[in-house]
């Protein structure tokens, strides 16, 4: 009906569009002077973050959640995203667009390169190649590619860049990544009452690539060929069987999500022009796979979600010290003051990774279907006693 | 000649680390079929069971010795541990000295118990899962295993030295009749690389000789028939997941001296073995020990002055280069089995 979809696709992505657009008046729940005031998310870096992180997780889901293809080294294509977007801001403009298309260009091309390798296998074989591919490409970019890389230190646009389009210049500051003469970092602000909100330049940019990276995913699941994936991921010997060739449709498939981790290797870049090699590290590539676990594999909207919890536990329980936990709990008489604090204190702060690899794990154990899953089965508690979760085409797994 | 001889030395002890490690993860595989991502972290804790053994060791009282004063002219207050009380000012020394060694006997236990909780606790559940799922949730327990670590050892590394009897290098060139100094070796990576073979050969003579380990292959082979005979395979199954977290656990104790342990190196150690495995051929125990050793060997030899002058970078990505390579040629890895993990 609308733009292609039926009326739930339309309405989900309508939905996310506007959360998306209200997201810093939302995100900001908490007056500014309240003591809550830490678990506000509303402010631009955290925010563009959310997307970023968002695309990143809705490519990596077309790979996994449709084809259970599970790889486990997207980090690098990010990477590679993220030096070809540095080097466009460095060589031809600053302006972000050159370098968002070249981002995505790069990391598709490094897709495909080694999708045809690591595709001749599958299963656990597959992991592994991907995994090697990615720390191949961490530990050149770490050490032997320097010159194009920047190494340790990482690469960053310098006041001497050549930028073609705009000329040299060697006076001043340098130049901040913008977008026809916006820059990312203006932010224009509303203060009602004690609330204040931020409204970013670079956080709606990232939101409307994002909103598109959206809609294009929810094509992709819908497609013919998304079905194809699909069927490669229930029964692939069936569909050789039947005399069909299910290579190029997973490497496709590869270099499409590749492109999107390239896509979100741009924009981040664009967001804070500097890339490390850190970036294409295996962790990285498992915190991918962690975000599209915990949201709900193979469903729509799941990574997009785990990827903001995941960058929200980050940013923000990772800020929880013992100072603020005993202010919390100093109605309580002190022993069993302590007793709480002490007992509370390893999951938060510096220890906010055992409360993610706990949430994790649960998750995996109880929950297959992630934080979807659990709606749904909320939902339909809610909904209905004793009636089965609707089969919701939305949100049901790619199973 | 001499450089040669050094590289695949130095290769051999990274390397006995590397089959310890695959072998305990090709134990697991092979008898429960799980692909166990939690295996990095039963390496950390075993390093972790050394330092805790040590610790344990020099717990000590503070006590006024009055031979001793300090500037002031006041007695001096000194550590005696309390292990000097039960065995013996000398004999306790010589204790602590000793405690890597030492810590193996406590580490066994430790670590089977560990090995045997997991595989009850959580492992048990996944069996009728995919392969990606135990993937993820062993993954997951690495993750809160480390961060355990971390929070009570703290993100430093360790130090936690070898007994004096070893410290100090070995002439190896000499020994062979080469000019002296030009093939030095540290004695504790003799050591550790004689006691990988030591444990290594007895894992596989426990396989091979014993009835339990008899119906362990039989049950590797072919589950289903063993348990048709009435034999409760599960159960030697749990008792290998135990044996295999003590063999990584072991590999950890005795890797202490040789690098101090931190909460991740589990993790970095985590992502080379399960190249090895894949590159021996899942499933196999012989390669994968096999694969260990070639690939420790390999990245030492890459990382010669001259390899690395001729093909910069190369000492990085050798050992994954030569994992891509070998998929690619042999896809079963280079001693893996027909029909494991062919999906």
Known sequence: ?399 | MDQIILQILNGLDKGSAYALIALGLTLIFGTLGVVNFAHGALFMLGAFCAITFSRILSLSKVVVDETQKDFLGNPLKVDVPYIYDWFGESAGQVLINWSVPLAILFAIPVMIIIGVVMERGLIKHFYKRPHADQILVTFGLAIVLQEIIKYYFGANQIPNPAPEAFIGSFDFGAAIGLKAGTIIYPYWRIVYFCFAMLLIGSVFAFLQFTTFGMVVRAGMADRETVELLGINIDKRFTIMFGVAAAVAGLAGVMYTPINPPNYHMGMDFLVISFVVVVVGGMGSLPGAVAAGLLLGILESFASMRQVIEALPGINQVVIYLAAIVILLTRPRGLMGRKGVMEE
């Open chain 1, 1 to 399: 009906m609308m733009l292609g979809l039926n009326r739930k696709d339309a309405s989900l992505l309508l939905i996310v569009a506007i959360l998306v657009a209200l997201a810093p008046i939302f995100l900001n729940p908490f007056p500014e002077q309240s003591g809550l005031a830490q678990f506000n998310a509303g402010y631009p870096d955290l925010m563009q973050r959310f997307v970023i992180f968002g695309i990143f997780a809705i490519g990596f889901n077309i790979l996994f959640g449709l084809t259970g293809y599970l790889s486990f080294g997207h980090a690098a294509f990010l990477g590679a995203g993220s030096y070809a977007g540095v080097w466009m801001l460095k060589l031809l403009t600053i302006n972000v667009i050159p370098a968002i298309i070249i981002s995505t260009a790069v990391a598709g091309i490094f897709a495909l390169i080694i999708g045809f390798i690591s595709l001749r296998r599958s299963g656990i074989y597959f992991s592994i190649l991907t995994l090697a591919f990615a720390q191949m490409s961490f530990a050149l970019a770490a050490s032997v590619l320097t010159p194009i890389t920047g190494g340790e230190t990482g690469l960053q646009t310098a006041l001497d860049d050549p930028r073609i389009l705009d000329g040299t210049n060697t006076t001043g500051n340098i130049p901040a990544p913008s977008i026809f003469g916006l820059q990312m970092g203006d932010s224009f602000q509303i203060s009602v009452g004690g609330w204040l909100w931020t409204f970013n330049v670079g956080y709606y940019l990232s939101a409307i690539v994002m909103l598109s990276a959206f809609y294009l995913a929810i094509r992709i699941f819908r497609s013919p060929f998304g079905i194809m994936l699909r069927a490669i991921k229930s029964n692939q010997q069936r569909l050789n069987y039947t005399g069909l060739n299910t290579k190029p449709y997973m490497l496709a498939c590869f270099v499409i999500s590749g492109m999107y981790a390239g896509l979100a290797g741009g924009l981040m870049v664009s967001m804070d022009p500097l890339a490390g090699a850190e970036r294409m590290q295996w962790t990285a590539s498992g915190e991918v796979v962690l975000m599209t676990i915990l949201g709900g594999v193979g469903t729509l909207i799941g990574p997009v979600l785990g990827a903001g919890l995941i960058k929200y536990f980050e940013n923000i329980f990772s800020k929880i010290n013992d100072n603020l936990l005993h202010k919390w709990f100093a109605f309580m008489p002190d022993g069993v003051e302590d007793f709480i604090v002490s007992i509370i204190y390893p999951f938060v702060g510096k220890g906010w990774h055992l409360t993610l690899g706990l949430i994790f794990m649960a998750v995996i154990i109880f929950l297959p279907g992630g934080l979807v899953e659990l709606g749904q089965k909320v939902a339909s508690i809610f909904k209905k006693k004793g009636s089965t979760p609707s089969n919701n085409p939305n949100t049901e797994p790619a199973e």
